[in-house]
């Protein structure tokens, strides 16, 4: 059971451009979602985060919207920078009782050519 | 100040053997997480410790088994290794038991023949 999918694999834009990376989830009780950036041989590094309770979070080139009746969200970073191709990943956390534990979507590998 | 750190970095191990393999948190941090990641998917949730307890443990078998010392350090053991179990293992901290922020490691990246 996949509650949060990310169903595009890869994503190929240009330096200077608007990247868009989407992220779906099935499951109600989540209530906190975050970004994370992979690159190869290193552990995911935090990006952005938003709570259910809003619909946007920005700082600097990366803003993160949220949908809840559509459950989805998505990332935006303007402009893309060559530097940003990485593999991200979005997840989401339950609220109450369930901890720190982090449900991750499958990955999206973006690359940003020059 | 020092991120998250684990050890070993990589890690060759033969069916049916243990393994343990060790996490230092962000100086401060009190709570530990461990998340296994299989190679083209998201890391899955396997165990979270806070303040030297068990909060959480995801749908792992009983092979795998964790705990968190006084200094709030952790070890991930794995028993009667399968061939399955390789998989880049990650550590990651967070200076609450809800942890908004999670910082992870670099991970271990474990080998099973």
């Known amino acids: 059971d996949q509650q949060v999918k990310q169903n595009s694999p890869s994503l190929s834009v240009q330096e200077g451009r608007i990247s868009i990376l989407n992220c779906d989830y099935t499951?109600?009780?989540?209530?906190?979602f975050l970004w994370y950036k992979k690159y190869p041989a290193e552990g995911p590094t935090f990006l952005i985060s938003i709570s259910s309770i809003k619909d946007k979070n920005e700082d600097g080139r990366f803003t993160v919207f949220l949908n809840k009746s559509a459950k989805h969200l998505s990332l935006h970073i303007v402009p893309s920078q060559p530097g940003d191709s990485a593999v991200y990943f979005c997840?989401?956390?339950?609220?109450?009782?369930?901890?720190?534990?982090?449900?991750f979507g499958e990955g999206t590998q973006l690359t940003v050519n020059p | 100040d020092a991120g998250v750190t684990q050890s070993p970095t990589h890690l060759i191990k033969t069916r049916g053997q243990h393994v343990t393999l060790r996490c230092s948190p962000i100086s401060g941090h009190k709570s530990v997480s461990w998340y296994q990641q299989v190679l083209g998917q998201g890391p899955q949730f396997i165990f979270q410790y806070y303040e030297k307890e068990e909060r959480g443990r995801g749908n792992f078998p009983d092979r795998f088994s964790a705990r968190q010392f006084p200094n709030y350090s952790s070890e991930l053991n794995v028993n009667a290794l399968l061939l399955g179990d390789s998989a880049l293992y990650l550590c990651?901290?967070?200076?609450?038991?809800?942890?908004?922020?999670?910082?992870f490691g670099p991970g271990t990246r474990l080998t099973v023949l």
């Open positions: 990651a901290s967070s200076s609450g038991n809800l942890g908004n922020e999670q910082f």
């Open positions: 499951n109600s009780m989540f209530d906190y």
């Open positions: 997840a989401a956390r339950k609220g109450g009782t369930s901890g720190s534990r982090l449900t």
